[in-house]
Nanobody, 123 residues
Framework: QVQLVESGGGLVEPGGSLRLSCAAS????????VGWFRQAPGKEREGVSC????????YYRDSVKGRFTISRDNAKNSVYLQMNSLKPEDTAVYYC????????????????WGQGTQVTVSS
């Protein structure tokens, strides 16, 4: 059983930055891919980024490429999402989730989820 806790969300102006953290307990993240998903009010959940286990391959949805960076620190059993040049359309609750080894854009493939952290981009 993996427990995940997200943090780092908040209110930021357009063009600003936030760094989300996903801290894991109960198991090591070494063998898990970790994905970030988001859900805005009235919209479906969507995958934002993912980092695989092993070689640490990274994946991004097109709308965040060049702005967001995912990374992991296995020593701290944590994964991070650095979000730069934020836009109002990035406003959503952001969740991290884990699945074994490889990344997927299908949230149903993920076994464990955090409680989410709110990101609001507004002037």
């Amino acid at each position: 059983q993996v427990q995940l806790v997200e943090s780092g969300g908040g209110l930021v102006e357009p063009g600003g930055s936030l760094r989300l953290s996903c801290a894991a307990s109960g198991a090591t993240l070494d063998y898990y891919a970790v994905g970030w998903f988001r859900q805005a009010p009235g919209k479906e959940r969507e995958g934002v980024s993912c980092i695989s286990s092993g070689d640490g391959s990274t994946y991004y949805r097109d709308s965040v490429k060049g702005r967001f960076t995912i990374s992991r620190d296995n020593a701290k059993n944590s994964v991070y999402l650095q979000m730069n040049s934020l836009k109002p359309e990035d406003t959503a609750v952001y969740y991290c989730a884990t699945e074994y080894f490889t990344c997927s854009w299908d949230g149903d493939e993920y076994d464990f989820w955090g409680q989410g952290t709110q990101v609001t981009v507004s002037s």
